[in-house]
Every structure is written in C-alpha cells, then in structure tokens.
C-alpha cells in the first residue's frame, strides 16, 4: 500500500517568513494529493490540493508544488500569520487495488512567532 | 449545512464495554469513511462506504464494525473495547471517492475515546 513521509514534524518561523513542508510517497500510481490544516480540537481541514497532472498550484499565501518523478510534494506558505499555527498534514490517495481514500503523514506542528 | 457531525465529543469506556460512535452528513455525499488519529500520527483509515449498504475494510479494521442503512449515517461500532482503542476518530465525507474524481474530503470535529 501508500506510504507517505512527512518532514519536519515541527517547525518554528518567524511571523511573516516563509514556511516550507515535505512530503513523499511511495506509489507512483497516486494521483491525488491534498494538504490539511488541524487546529486544536477540530477535524482536518482542507487548504490545497494538487492532482497528478499538475506541477503547481498557488492560493493567495497558499502553494504546492509536485514532482512525479521523485515522488514528493511540498507545502509553501508565505507571509507567515499567526492564526497560521496548526498541524499540517499531507496526503496520498490510494491507488486502486488497495481502499478508496487517503494516506497521510504523521503531520508538521507549524509555529509562528511573533 | 452543518457538514459532517460526530457524536459524541469525548467519552471514557471500560475495557470490554461496547459503544456507537455517531456519524452524520447533510450534503448528500455517496462516500463516507471512519479514520483514527493516534497521537504523533497521520489519519489511518478504518473503513469506508462508498454508499447506502455498502461498506469496505481500509488499514486498521479490526475490533471496529459500521453499517451504512441510510446515506446520511454512518456509525462506527466499537463491541469489545481495548486500550488499544484509545484514540481520536474522524469521520469524513466526499461526493465521490478519491478512486474516482480526486474528491477532497470534509471532516468532522473528532470523537475523543479513552479506553481504561
């Protein structure tokens, strides 16, 4: 089945500096890769995705960008604000053969700094 | 729309009680899936439906069973509850599995279960 790593499990930046997070899957039959965004106490919200015929996507402060062929993904934000601290998760679908949903990593604590 | 509800927020069970955890969607939505959430970890997937009757295993099934009568439910049963049960769970919803239209999913806010 999927495997996905998620690096680094916590990261501190600066309020208004740049936040990068990494993700990489294990099967290159995937072809669907969405971010989450968990604030304490609540379900996993949906931020980007990004699907396998795409290399980037932007949302405002919001990019992802995808590599096929090393199989990893990356989650960019800009201009980071507070209200941005959260856990992140990344995602894999399953390919098919194996169930329908999503593989996810272990999750990046984002913490912003004043 | 309230989105995908779970019921109840938090709850404390013995080892061997047995219990319901509640899962409701008012967006019309064919799929529907349970996932735990262990601490330090990513969302394993329990079991999913891709509709009314129908219900699929995922990575980490067992000591769980669901049912699926209506397309709105989804209850996530817990018969012989263990330690290793202890856990956050999810459940989530989409239009259509990600199999098949890169659906994104809508969660809920999360049961807490302590089993003790």
């Known amino acids: 089945g999927e495997n996905v790593e998620q690096h680094p499990s916590t990261l501190s930046v600066q309020e208004g500096d740049s936040a990068v997070i990494k993700c990489t899957y294990s099967?290159?039959?995937?072809?669907?890769f969405p971010w989450y965004k968990q604030e304490l106490g609540k379900g996993p919200q949906l931020i980007i995705d990004?699907?396998?015929?795409?290399g980037e996507k932007k949302d405002q402060r919001i990019a992802v960008t995808l590599n096929k062929t090393a199989k990893h993904f990356s989650l960019h934000i800009t201009e980071t604000q507070p209200e941005d601290s959260a856990v992140y998760f990344c995602?894999?679908?399953?390919?098919?053969?194996?169930?329908?949903?999503?593989?996810f990593g272990k999750g990046t604590h984002l913490i912003i700094q004043p | 729309n309230a989105g995908v509800t779970q019921t109840p927020k938090f709850r404390i069970l013995k080892i061997g009680q047995s219990m319901t955890l509640q899962c409701t969607q008012d967006?019309?939505?064919?799929?529907m899936y349970w996932y735990r959430q262990d601490p330090g970890m990513g969302l394993k997937l329990i079991y999913y439906?891709?509709?009314?009757?129908?219900?699929d295993k995922g990575e980490v099934p067992n000591g769980y069973n669901v049912s699926r009568s209506t397309t709105e439910d989804f209850p996530l049963r817990l018969e012989l509850a263990a330690p290793s049960q202890t856990s956050v769970y999810f459940c989530?919803?989409?239009?259509?599995?990600?199999?098949?239209?890169?659906?994104?999913?809508?969660f809920g806010d999360g049961t807490r279960l302590s089993i003790l």
């Open positions: 989530a919803s989409s239009y259509l599995g990600v199999l098949d239209s890169n659906q994104p999913q809508h």
């Open positions: 099967d290159s039959a995937s072809n669907y």
């Open positions: 990004i699907r396998s015929n795409v």
């Open positions: 995602a894999a679908s399953n390919s098919g053969g194996g169930a329908d949903g999503l593989t």
């Open positions: 967006m019309n939505h064919n799929y």
């Open positions: 439906s891709v509709g009314a009757g129908i219900t």
